[in-house]
């Protein structure tokens, strides 16, 4: 069973913070990681992907990956009032002509004033 | 720039009733995709299309059927529905290539309730 593992949460952060979400898989065929946020009643949206060992930074968000040990996270820095979501985890492992992903339960994130 | 449509947006069906939950997308996308998501959890791969005429069943097929004669549509069809079918459904697609990236882009949802 390919796996994507979320701590539900919430994660409370006061605004201004930096919000630390993390992500951990079973698949180490798993080649791509991305993150999505997912309003309330609305559909996933993309904010980022990584596929290589590192830090990639894009604004206020850098994921960071670590295919040694399964895990790949998201920080969120100087953390907004609007950035209160659920944070969703996918990641893709090349499937034949397909690649599907596998989406973590996701992580809900509160940002305090 | 519409992306991903998805049609109806909410839908209340009485238990044994069919429907059919339309997606089309109009950003040239090989590879689409529906999704199921109950509450409070993630997404569940229901099927996947990886070009028109050919379809593959997801984590849950069991209840839905899904046709691919064009590129841009991929209809999910629920032949005899159940309560344990209510839930959000959202379609997505991506483009092809061997590249890292190609990431899913989602439609709006449908809300759906078996009563």
């Known amino acids: 069973q390919k796996e994507v593992e979320q701590n539900s949460g919430p994660l409370s952060v006061p605004e201004g913070a930096i919000a630390s979400l993390n992500c951990t898989y079973s698949?180490?065929?798993?080649?791509?990681f991305f993150w999505y946020r997912q309003y309330s009643g609305k559909s996933p949206e993309l904010i980022m992907f990584?596929?290589?060992?590192g830090d990639k930074e894009d604004g206020r968000f850098t994921a960071q990956l670590n295919k040694a040990s399964q895990y790949v996270s998201l920080l969120i820095r100087d953390s907004q009032p609007s950035d209160s979501a659920t944070y969703l985890c996918?990641?893709?492992?090349?499937?034949?002509?397909?690649?599907?992903?596998?989406f973590g339960t996701g992580t809900r994130l509160q940002v305090t004033l | 720039n519409a992306g991903v449509t998805q049609t109806p947006k909410f839908r209340i069906l009485k238990i044994g009733q069919s429907m059919t939950l339309q997606c089309t997308q109009d950003?040239?996308?090989?590879?689409m995709y529906w999704y199921r998501q109950d509450p409070g959890m993630g997404l569940k791969l229901i099927y996947y299309?990886?070009?028109?005429?050919?379809?593959d069943k997801g984590e849950v097929p069991n209840g839905y059927n899904v046709s691919r004669s064009t590129t841009e549509d991929f209809p999910l069809r629920l032949e005899l529905a159940a309560p344990s079918q209510t839930s959000v459904y959202f379609c997505?697609?991506?483009?092809?290539?061997?590249?890292?990236?190609?990431?899913?882009?989602f439609g709006d949802g449908t809300r759906l309730s078996i009563l």
């Open positions: 997505a697609s991506s483009s092809t290539g061997q590249g890292a990236g190609q990431p899913q882009h």
């Open positions: 698949d180490r065929g798993s080649q791509s």
């Open positions: 990584i596929y290589s060992n």
């Open positions: 996918a990641v893709r492992a090349l499937s034949g002509t397909a690649s599907k992903l596998t």
């Open positions: 950003m040239n996308h090989n590879y």
């Open positions: 299309s990886v070009g028109a005429g050919i379809t």
